[in-house]
T-cell receptor, first 112, second 112 residues
Framework: DAKTTQPTSMDCAEGRAANLPCNHS???????VYWYRQIHSQGPQYIIH???NNETNEMASLIITEDRKSSTLILPHATLRDTAVYYC?????????????FGKGITLSVRP | EAGVVQSPRYKIIEKKQPVAFWCNPI?????LYWYLQNLGQGPELLIR????????DSQLPKDRFSAERLKGVDSTLKIQPAELGDSAVYLC??????????FGQGTRLTVV
């Protein structure tokens, strides 16, 4: 069963912010939201994760709604190298469900 | 810090032949994953190890696939015999417990 829903694709202009949405309406209280991305011919790369609060690191920001049913990954200044498939994943850190289950992700195309 | 190392990078074999993939995780990471990724799809978990123990192998086709992680460090994934439908990218990842996972570049298998 898919735990997350993402659009199939989106694009944005280089230098602009890319806002990637994700719905996870059945998220449980102990489950985190993780984002990974996969650039062509490479393995997935961890970006960021969060539980309730918004998070920011050197790569991106993660905004989680108050009801935790959706989130948005923000790349503040997209570059051509950010073109990739982005996966939103919901998982707990312990127990039988503590695994990364990937969907099809959203393909982000950054145009010059 | 060295990342997750996988070998070989590419492998072409004839159907019905055996094949093995090797993974060296990041030092200190006790959790190791093997994923399979078909073209245009997200990675699918085959097996997850906590140290030497396979804690989730529910998606591993045990009639032809096997895996081992001796001494809780390196791991091998074997297919015997390979079928045409096994052509895919096989990804290995490791993490400290179930925190963010680091992926190798994968082994691209082509069965002809």
């Amino acid at each position: 069963d898919a735990k997350t829903t993402q659009p199939t694709s989106m694009d944005c202009a280089e230098g602009r912010a890319a806002n990637l949405p994700c719905n996870h309406s059945t998220i449980s209280g102990n489950e985190y939201v993780y984002w990974y991305r996969q650039i062509h011919s490479q393995g997935p790369q961890y970006i960021i994760h969060g539980l309730k609060n918004n998070e920011t690191n050197e790569m991106a920001s993660l905004i989680i709604t108050e009801d935790r049913k959706s989130s948005t990954l923000i790349l503040p200044h997209a570059t051509l190298r950010d073109t990739a498939v982005y996966y939103c994943i919901v998982t707990s850190l312990t127990g039988a469900n503590s695994k990364l289950t990937f969907g099809k992700g959203i393909t982000l195309s950054v145009r010059p | 810090e060295a990342g997750v190392v996988q070998s070989p990078r590419y492998k072409i074999i004839e159907k019905k032949q055996p094949v093995a993939f090797w993974c060296n995780p990041i030092s200190g990471h006790n959790t190791l994953y093997w994923y399979l990724q078909n073209l245009g799809q997200g990675p699918e978990l085959l097996i997850r190890y906590e140290n030497e123990e396979a804690v989730d192998d529910s998606q591993l086709p045990k009639d032809r696939f096997s895996a081992e992680r001796l001494k809780g460090v390196d791991s091998t994934l074997k297919i015997q015999p390979a079928e045409l439908g096994d052509s895919a990218v096989y990804l290995c990842a490791s993490s400290y417990r179930t925190e963010k996972a680091f992926f190798g570049q994968g082994t691209r298998l082509t069965v002809v």
